[in-house]
């Protein structure tokens, strides 16, 4: 993250997709998606930097074209697709989370919990509301030398907590990997 002061306050601009939060992301793809009601290039581009960053779009209105370039440039890096970088795990809140590897080991109940969740979720938000289904707690499994971390079963109880803790711990890129179920 590079800190930007704006008015005495102090901003977080990412660097890279890995700063970028799912919930963040998510954002992103909300102000993308509603590029025609803005009133033109230059407020869609406050919007987008908005979005993605700390700094709120009435506070991005008042800077000089300076500063918006020198934010913009941070930024150039957003315009290239996101890559993966492959985590197998993730640590929220000092808790160890692993993402489901194999789909096809979905129960046919969490088969269903994921088509219900995918039929009522705007597709701007389909990656925070999947990711409780895969990605679990970790949990050990077997003895000794054969011991395999692997995810726990899918804590339908603990769903809404959980989609919010990990929409605002985990970066887009750490659960890209994944984007084939989305």
Same mark, same amino acid.
């Given at each position: ?11 977080? !601009? ?15 793809? &909300? ?22 960053? &700390? ?11 300076? *500063? ?10 957003? +315009?290239?697709?996101? !890559?993966?970088?492959? @985590? @197998? ?30 039929? &009522?979720?705007? /597709? ?14 970790? !949990?050990?499994?077997? *003895?000794? @030398?054969?011991? *395999?971390? !692997? /995810?726990? +079963? ?8 959980? *989609? ?9 890129? &750490? ?8």
């Amino acid at each position: 993250m590079r800190e930007f002061i704006i008015e005495d306050n102090t901003y977080n !601009v990412p660097l890279s997709w890995n700063d970028v939060s799912v919930a963040k992301f998510e954002s992103l793809l &909300d102000t993308m998606s509603n590029k025609d009601s803005y009133s033109g290039d230059i407020e869609f581009s406050l919007r987008i930097i908005s979005s993605i960053t &700390d700094i709120p779009f009435n506070i991005l209105k008042g800077i000089s074209n300076q *500063k918006f370039e020198e934010i913009n440039d941070y930024l150039s890096w957003a +315009s290239h697709q996101v !890559v993966s970088n492959n @985590k @197998k795990e993730f640590l929220i809140n000092g808790i160890t989370y692993v993402p489901v590897s194999n789909y096809n080991g979905l129960t046919m109940g969490e088969a269903i919990d994921s088509e219900t969740i995918i039929k &009522d979720t705007p /597709p701007n938000n389909l990656i925070s509301a999947l990711l409780p289904l895969l990605v679990r707690r970790a !949990v050990l499994k077997g *003895k000794g @030398k054969h011991a *395999k971390t !692997v /995810p726990s +079963s899918f804590d339908a109880e603990n769903y809404q907590e959980l *989609k919010e803790e990990m929409k605002h711990n985990l970066m887009i890129a &750490d659960v890209m990997q994944l984007k084939g179920f989305f």
